[in-house]
């Protein structure tokens, strides 16, 4: 199998506070709405720009985005 991709950002939209270090980690990834929620550009994460998701999922004080699966083919 290869690997095409690094899996997609998950937002806990409950949890989310807006404070928006996601966005400011990985803009490319993701930006903020008029009402400070999150929303994700990029349906899935291109294997390249895993390094700056993990680093928005790290940027998050209250742990609501994360990393999920990796797409195979």
């Not at 506070?17 to 930006?31: D, F, R, S, T």
Request: hydrophobic share 40%; net charge negative; proline share 7%.
């Amino acid at each position: 199998m290869e690997q095409t991709g690094a899996g997609r950002l998950v937002v806990d939209r409950i949890r989310c506070e807006g404070y928006g270090m996601c966005e400011q980690a990985a803009p490319e990834l993701l930006h903020l709405n008029d009402d400070d929620e999150p929303v994700i550009d990029v349906a899935a994460i291109p294997a390249t720009q895993k390094p700056i998701a993990d680093a928005a999922v790290r940027a998050c004080p209250v742990a609501a985005l994360s990393l999920s699966g990796t797409t195979v083919s």
